[in-house]
């Protein structure tokens, strides 16, 4: 049974930061893709941020090209995003998923595994 557990959301004002963690466990983390999930007012997951597993390539959605960054050690079964510049659009519960293929998705519906949620919210 694989589990992930994010932290590090939090209240920020625009302009601030804040760097999301998720620690997996249950099997070999080098053997997931990660991507970072959120949800703000609608039902929709959409995707923020992917990352392969061994950490040398990336995705990102339009919206948090050039402010947000996707990062993994596997040596710490740990995947991060690193959130900088932020907006109140970017207020929102982030999730950590896994999946084991290593090709990009950015459907909900191919990623096994979630986190229960860290909430980030951007407001003065």
């Known amino acids: 049974q694989v589990q992930l557990v994010e932290s590090g959301g939090g209240l920020v004002q625009p302009g601030g930061s804040l760097r999301l963690s998720c620690q997996v466990s249950g099997r070999a983390f080098s053997n997931y893709y990660m991507a970072w999930f959120r949800q703000s007012t609608g039902p929709e997951h959409d995707i923020v941020a992917a990352i392969n597993k061994i950490g040398d390539s990336t995705y990102y959605r339009d919206s948090v090209k050039g402010r947000f960054t996707i990062s993994r050690d596997n040596a710490k079964n740990t995947v991060y995003l690193q959130m900088d510049n932020l907006k109140p659009e970017d207020s929102a519960v982030y999730y950590c998923?896994?999946?084991?293929?290593?090709?990009?998705?950015?459907?909900?519906?191919?990623?096994?595994?979630w986190g229960q949620g860290t909430q980030v919210a951007v407001s003065l």
């Open positions: 998923a896994a999946r084991q293929s290593n090709i990009l998705s950015i459907t909900t519906a191919l990623y096994p595994y």
